[in-house]
C-alpha cells in the first residue's frame, strides 16, 4: 500500500514552468499563501521543505501536509517588425508532501517530495523561434529524509540528503531552413528520463524571543547528468542523411546524448514576528545561484550514422534574488487566512532571452486560508497570481554558418496563476 | 433569492479572475498595427524580368516562383488593404523541375541542383513539362518576364507564339500574354494599378555581360530592331523606352516604386571562378612553357620592330610555373592585332579579368581528347569565357547611365528608387540583416548552405535573397509613402535544392 502511494505520487508529480528560469516556487499550500515565504515560520510540516531546522519546534508528534496546484502558465510573444505571433499554453499539477514525526522533545525527523524545478514550454511546431525550441518539458522530483535537531528553545539544526530524479524532452529545429525534400523543417528531439542525482540542504533557525524567528536554509546546487538518453531526428533530407561528401557536410541520424543541466543552490534567509495571538508576518530573501547555468552543452554520441555536431547553447544566467513578504491571520481556532506577495527576479541576462525558459521579473501576488475540519485535520486552500510586466527581449546567440551572434526576439508577455489545495493532519 | 445572486456574483469573479490569466500586450499586434501609408495597394503590378518573375536556379519552377519578391511584397500588402496578387500559372510544371516544352522539344534548361554524388550543380533530371503553347491568355498581377529588356516591354509580338522560333518573341511571355499582338506594359495596364514596382533595365546591359562580352556595345544605334541578344542598349533607347513604361504606370495616378540595376559584375557568375586556377607539375609546366616559347619570342619582335609597345609586350608574355595559381591563358580582341605576323592576340589572365561561371567546368577540358590541347592551358579560353578589363568598364559605364537615367525619370514622376545597385554593392562585403546574420554576395558551399543567397545560376538570388530584396522595396516604401509594413526574415528561407543523386 505504502508502496503503492508512492508510485502514485510520482505520477502525478509533473511540474510545469514559471518563476525565474525554470524555479517553481509552489512547495506548499500555506507558506505558498503567504507569499512562499517560511525559512522562519512554524506553522506546519512544509517547515521541511522551507526550514529543515524548524521542524524540531512544530507542537505535535506527527505533523503532515501533502496539497498540489493546478498550474496555468501562459506566454504570448509578438514581433512588431516582422509581424509575428505566437503563444504557449501549458498546465501543470506540481505536489508537495511533508511528514514530520517528533521521535523526542529535541529531534524531529521527516521526508519530504516536492518538485522545486520544471520548465514546460510549447511553442507552434516550425514557429519563427522554432530553430530555439518548439518544445521543453523538464522535470525534478526531490525525495528529502530530514533530521531536526533542537539545541536549545533559541536555536536548531536541520537538514538531510536530497535525491533527486529528473526528465527532459526538448525539440527545436536543426536550422531556421533546413528542410527535407517536401519542405517540412528538420527537427531534432533529446529525451530522457530517470535521471537521478543527489543534493542536500541544512539550515538553522534562531528564536531570540517567543515572538520572533530567524532562519537560514541552503540547499545545494544538484547537477542533473543526462546520460546516453536518445537523440531523435525527424524529416531529414536525404543529403543529410548519407555518408558526408564534404568536410562540412554531416550526418543526422539517430544517437544518443550526454547533457548537463544545473539545478542550481539556494539561499534564503528570514524572519518572522508573531505580532499579537491573531497576527503573524513572515520576510523571506532567497538567493539563487543561477550563474552555474552558463551554457546548455549537448554532446552527441557519434556513430558511422550519426555526427550531430556538439550543440553549445549560452545561457549566461546570473545569480538572482527573490524578496517574500507574508501574513497570516488566525481569529479563532477554525480558519486562518493568508496573503502574501513577492518579488522574483529573472537570472536572464540581456541578450539572453531564450524562448524556451521565456521569464522575466515577476511580481506574485498569493492569498489563502485553512480550514480546520476537525482539530486535527485542516484543509488548505491557496492561489498564486503572478504578474510579468512585458518585455522587449532577444536571445543573440544562436549559431548559424559559423556566425555566433544570430538574434531572435520580439515582445513577451507572461501570466502565471495557480489555485492549489492540500490537506494537514495532526495530532 | 440573495443566496443565488451572491453565487452570480462568486461566478463572476471567479471569471474575471481566470480571464485575467490570459496576458495582454501593452499594444497588441495585429493587422491593424500596419498601414499603407499614402499608398494603395487595391491592385499592385510588379513589371520587370526574371529578377521580378521569381526565376531562380536557372528557370522558374513552381515553388520557386512562389519566394518571387512581388509575391512577397504581396503578403505583407494584404495586412494593409492589398488585393489578390496572381503571377504566371505554372500548374504544368508538374514535377517541379522548371524548363519549357516547344511542343514536344525541350528549348531551356530544368532548374540547377546540387548532387552530392557529383558535388557540383547541373540541371535536375526529367524533361520539362510547361509548353510555351499552352496560352493562359492572362494578365496578371506579377508581369516579370524573364529575359526581357526595356524595350521589349513596348514591343507588340514579343508574346506572340510564332515569334518563338525566329527569337522574335519572349517564350515567357507569349505563355500569358493577352492576344499575340499584346504588349507587356499593356497587359499590364488591364489589372489598372494602384501601385506598382518597376524593376525592369538588368538586361539592357546583364546579356551581355554574360556572354563574356561578346555582344555589341550599342551605345549610338537607336534601332533596337537592329540589336542582337547580347549588345548593349543604346542609353536613348533605354530612356525612351523607361519614360514611356513610367508614363503610362503613373498615368492613372498610380504611386509605386522603381529600382535600380545591380552592378553585374559583382555577382558570383563573374566572382566564383578565379583568373588563375590551374595548379602544374613540373613536366607540364616545362612542356607548355616550351609550347608558348615561339609566342613570347614572336612578341620580342614584335616591340623589337615597334608594333607594340614593352607594356604590351610583357602583359601577353605566356609562363608558367609548378605549382598551383597559374593564370589562365586568353584570347584578348582589344591587343593589338599581330595576325599578320602570324602572333595570336593571346595573354594571361588577371585579377582585372572576370571568368564566368561556366567556364568552371571548361577550363581544364581537352580539346578532342587530345591531352596536348586543355582549354584555359594551352588553349586560351575564348572571349566569351572572360570578360576583359575593356568589356567591364563597357558594363560600368552602361549601368551607370541607366541607373542614372533610372532616377532621374522616377524622380520627374516623384516616384522613390530602391537602389538595388547600392544594394548588391553592399552584399559584396556583407549586408547585416535585423538578426544580425551577415549576408553575402558568393555562390552555394556546403559552409554557407544557410546564408548564401544567390541561386544557383549565379545571377539570380534564391528565395532568401528575394526576401531580401523585398526587404529593400519595403523599407522604401516604408519611409517615402510613411507606411508601416513588417519585414521578412531572410534566414527562415530556403536556399539551394540539394540532391543525393540525380536520375
Known amino acids: ?427 | 433569492m440573495k443566496m443565488k445572486n451572491n453565487k452570480f456574483i462568486y461566478l463572476a469573479v471567479l471569471a474575471a479572475v481566470f480571464a485575467s490569466c490570459e496576458p495582454e500586450f501593452d499594444n497588441k499586434v495585429t493587422n491593424g498595427s500596419y498601414s499603407a501609408g499614402e499608398a494603395d495597394f487595391s491592385s499592385y503590378v510588379a513589371i520587370g524580368n526574371s529578377l521580378t518573375a521569381g526565376y531562380m536556379d536557372g528557370t522558374v519552377y513552381r515553388s520557386g516562383q512562389k519566394y518571387s519578391y512581388p509575391n512577397i511584397l504581396s503578403q505583407q500588402f494584404a495586412l494593409v488593404g492589398g488585393g489578390d496578387f496572381t503571377q504566371p500559372s505554372y500548374e504544368d510544371d508538374v514535377n517541379n523541375t522548371g524548363g519549357f516544352l516547344l511542343g514536344t522539344t525541350p528549348i531551356t534548361a530544368t532548374k540547377l541542383i546540387i548532387n552530392t554524388s557529383t558535388g557540383g550543380p547541373q540541371p535536375i533530371a526529367g524533361v520539362p513539362t510547361s509548353n510555351v503553347a499552352t496560352l493562359q491568355a492572362t494578365a496578371y498581377n506579377n508581369m516579370g518576364v524573364p529575359g526581357a529588356k526595356t524595350f521589349h516591354l513596348l514591343a507588340p509580338g514579343y508574346g506572340n507564339l510564332a515569334g518563338v522560333a525566329t527569337g522574335q518573341a519572349n517564350p515567357y511571355f507569349v505563355r500569358h500574354a493577352t492576344s499575340p499582338a499584346a504588349t507587356v506594359l499593356g497587359d499590364a495596364m488591364t489589372k489598372n494599378p494602384t501601385f506598382f514596382t518597376n524593376w525592369i533595365g538588368n538586361n539592357d546591359v546583364l546579356f551581355y555581360a554574360i556572354s563574356g562580352g561578346t555582344g555589341v556595345n550599342q551605345a549610338g544605334n537607336t534601332n533596337p530592331a537592329t540589336y542582337g541578344p547580347n549588345d548593349i542598349t543604346d542609353p536613348q533607347v533605354f530612356a525612351g523606352a523607361y519614360s514611356a513604361i513610367m508614363d503610362a504606370l503613373t498615368s492613372k495616378g498610380a504611386k509605386g516604386v522603381c529600382a535600380t540595376i545591380p552592378s553585374v559584375t559583382s555577382i558570383p557568375y563573374f566572382t566564383t571562378v578565379p583568373f588563375n586556377p590551374v595548379p602544374l607539375d613540373a613536366a607540364t609546366t616545362a612542356a607548355l612553357n616550351q609550347g608558348f616559347a615561339q609566342y613570347n619570342g614572336g612578341l620580342q619582335l614584335a616591340q623589337a620592330g615597334g608594333l607594340i609597345s614593352a607594356d604590351e609586350a610583357a602583359k601577353r608574355k605566356i609562363t608558367f610555373h609548378a605549382g598551383a595559381g597559374n593564370a589562365v591563358t586568353i584570347e584578348d580582341e582589344s591587343l593589338t592585332n599581330l595576325s599578320a605576323l602570324g602572333i595570336p592576340s593571346y595573354r594571361q589572365a588577371t585579377a582585372a579579368d572576370l571568368v564566368v561561371l561556366p567556364a568552371s567546368s571548361f577550363i581544364g577540358t581537352t580539346v578532342g581528347g587530345n591531352p596536348l590541347q586543355v582549354n584555359g592551358v594551352s588553349v586560351p579560353l575564348a572571349d566569351k569565357w572572360v570578360l576583359i578589363p575593356s568589356e567591364i568598364t563597357a558594363i560600368e559605364n552602361a549601368t551607370d547611365t541607366f541607373n542614372t537615367t533610372i532616377k532621374t525619370i522616377a524622380a520627374s514622376k516623384g516616384i522613390p528608387v530602391a537602389d538595388m545597385h547600392a544594394v548588391l554593392k553592399q552584399l559584396v562585403t556583407g549586408i547585416a540583416s535585423a538578426d544580425g546574420q551577415i549576408y553575402k554576395a558568393g555562390y552555394f558551399s556546403s559552409a554557407t548552405a544557410n546564408t548564401v543567397v544567390f541561386s544557383l545560376d549565379g545571377i539570380h538570388p534564391n528565395a532568401r535573397g528575394y526576401a531580401i530584396v523585398a526587404n529593400e522595396y519595403i523599407r522604401v516604401i516604408n519611409e517615402f509613402y510613411k507606411a508601416h509594413l513588417p519585414y521578412v526574415i531572410p534566414g527562415s528561407y530556403p536556399g539551394a535544392t540539394i540532391l543525393t543523386s540525380n536520375n
Do not use: C
Not at chain 1, 498564486?384 to 536571445?395: D, G, P, Q, R, V
Open chain 1, 1 to 427: 500500500m505504502r508502496k503503492l502511494l508512492s508510485l502514485t505520487m510520482m505520477a502525478l508529480a509533473t511540474s510545469t514552468a514559471f518563476a525565474g528560469g525554470y524555479r517553481v516556487s509552489l512547495q506548499g499550500q500555506k507558506q505558498l499563501a503567504m507569499g512562499h515565504t517560511g525559512v522562519a515560520v512554524v506553522n506546519s510540516a512544509e517547515v521541511l521543505f522551507f526550514n529543515p531546522a524548524g521542524a524540531v519546534y512544530l507542537k505535535d508528534r506527527f505533523t503532515a501536509s501533502v496539497g498540489g496546484n493546478a498550474l496555468f502558465a501562459r506566454t504570448k510573444y509578438q514581433s512588431l517588425e516582422n509581424n509575428l505571433r505566437n503563444s504557449t499554453e501549458n498546465t501543470g499539477t506540481p505536489i508537495s508532501a511533508y511528514i514530520a514525526y517528533k521521535a523526542t522533545d529535541w529531534l524531529s525527523v521527516g521526508l519530504a517530495v516536492y518538485t522545486p524545478y520544471g520548465s514546460a514550454v510549447e511553442w507552434d511546431k516550425d514557429w519563427d523561434g522554432a530553430h530555439l525550441v518548439n518544445d521543453i518539458d523538464l522535470k525534478a522530483f526531490y525525495i528529502q529524509p530530514i533530521a531536526s535537531v533542537k539545541i536549545s528553545d533559541q536555536f536548531s539544526v536541520g537538514g538531510g540528503p536530497i535525491y533527486v530524479s529528473g526528465s527532459v524532452n526538448f525539440n527545436r529545429n536543426v536550422g531556421r531552413s533546413v528542410a527535407d525534400e517536401q519542405g517540412n523543417k528538420t527537427d531534432l528531439t533529446i529525451d530522457k528520463s530517470g535521471v537521478n542525482a543527489w543534493g542536500w540542504s541544512a539550515g538553522f533557525m534562531f528564536n531570540p524571543t517567543d515572538k520572533i524567528r530567524i532562519g537560514v536554509n541552503y540547499r545545494s546546487e544538484i547537477t542533473m547528468k543526462a546520460r546516453n538518453g536518445s537523440a531523435t531526428v525527424n524529416q531529414v533530407p536525404a543529403y543529410l542523411s548519407d555518408a558526408p561528401t564534404s568536410p562540412q557536410d554531416i550526418v543526422l541520424g539517430n544517437t544518443t546524448f550526454n547533457a548537463n543541466l544545473p539545478l542550481p543552490a539556494e539561499l534564503t534567509a528570514g524572519f518572522s514576528v508573531q505580532l499579537t495571538d491573531k497576527w503573524l508576518v513572515a520576510v523571506d530573501y532567497n538567493r539563487t545561484f543561477w550563474n552555474v547555468y552558463d551554457a546548455l552543452i549537448v554532446d552527441f554520441k557519434q556513430t558511422p550514422t550519426s555526427q550531430i555536431p556538439q550543440s553549445v547553447n549560452p545561457r549566461n544566467y546570473k545569480d538572482a534574488s527573490t524578496y517574500r513578504i507574508g501574513v497570516q491571520f488566525k481569529p479563532n481556532e477554525k480558519f486562518s487566512f493568508r496573503a502574501g506577495t513577492y518579488f522574483d527576479e529573472s537570472p536572464v541576462q540581456k541578450g539572453y532571452f531564450a524562448p524556451e525558459t521565456p521569464r522575466n521579473d515577476s511580481v506574485g501576488y498569493t492569498g489563502g486560508l485553512t480550514y480546520m475540519i476537525t482539530s486535527k485535520l485542516g484543509v488548505d486552500v491557496s492561489f498564486l497570481y503572478l504578474h510579468f510586466k512585458e518585455i522587449n527581449a532577444s536571445y543573440d546567440h544562436y549559431v548559424e554558418d559559423g556566425n555566433p551572434n544570430v538574434s531572435f526576439g520580439g515582445t513577451y508577455k507572461n501570466v502565471v496563476f495557480s489555485p492549489g489545495i492540500g490537506l494537514s493532519y495532526s495530532f
